[in-house]
């Protein structure tokens, strides 16, 4: 157990819809990061949060946005959504000098 | 930006030895993961280098060369349970942390 948790484990939805993906970091660690992986793909980029305040942003699509709150958790928003956003989005969270440690992901399935 | 290559895909047999390498290019460079990740579950923290030379954790090593952009993870006495993807990822400044696009290692016995 990494001790980052994700919710939901599955979630199915239809095209034009729009879904919200949560997480908890582990318990002291201020940075949160978002990935997407679609299938046999590598860990896409999609944005990070520290301490509140977003740090850095990859190709993450207009569509999708995310933001981290006063208790360090941290929900990813996606809106409008479309077949290909069908993936596997996971979650880390890393502390100051440590390795960041993933979420069992959230895997989203637009039909 | 960043820029991280490594092998798509590479075999090697149960007992031997495989070398994945990784050549990054980036601004504020601040550390260099390697994760396994097995299809469809989390990536699993193997090593950490911030400095030059070669880390061994039993049977997986790791090596940083920071003038040349390299690194490399060293897999000895291959298990058929090593069959895994195994990730780069480079730590720049402002803890940003970006993948590469995984090295697929195939075990055959």
């Known amino acids: 157990d990494s001790g980052v948790t994700q919710t939901p484990k599955h979630l199915i939805t239809a095209t034009g819809q729009r879904v919200t993906l949560r997480c908890s970091p582990r318990?002291?660690?201020?940075?949160v990061y978002w990935y997407q992986q679609s299938l046999d793909q590598g860990l896409q980029f999609l944005i990070q949060y520290y301490n509140g305040e977003e740090r850095a942003k990859g190709n993450i699509l207009e569509r999708f946005s995310a933001q981290q709150f006063p208790d360090l958790h941290s929900e990813l928003n996606l809106s409008s959504l479309e077949l290909g956003d069908s993936a596997l989005y996971f979650c880390?969270?890393?502390?100051?000098?440590?390795?960041?440690?993933f979420g069992q992901g959230t895997r989203l399935t637009v039909v | 930006g960043q820029n991280i290559d490594q092998p798509t895909e590479m075999t090697a047999t149960e007992g031997a030895i495989v070398q994945i390498n990784c050549t990054y290019q980036?601004?504020?460079?601040?550390?260099l993961f390697w994760y396994q990740q097995h299809a469809g579950e989390a990536p699993t923290f193997l090593s950490y280098?911030?400095?030059?030379g070669l880390e061994e954790k039993g049977r997986f090593s790791s090596f940083l060369s920071r003038s040349k952009g390299y690194s490399y993870l060293l897999l000895k006495e291959l298990q058929m349970k090593d069959s895994a993807s195994y990730l780069c990822a480079v730590k720049a400044a402002g803890n940003k942390l970006t993948f590469g696009g995984g090295t697929r290692v195939l075990v055959k016995p």
């Open positions: 880390a969270s890393q502390g100051v000098n440590t390795e960041a440690f």
């Open positions: 980036t601004s504020g460079f601040n550390g």
């Open positions: 280098n911030v400095l030059d």
């Open positions: 318990s002291g660690d201020l940075s």
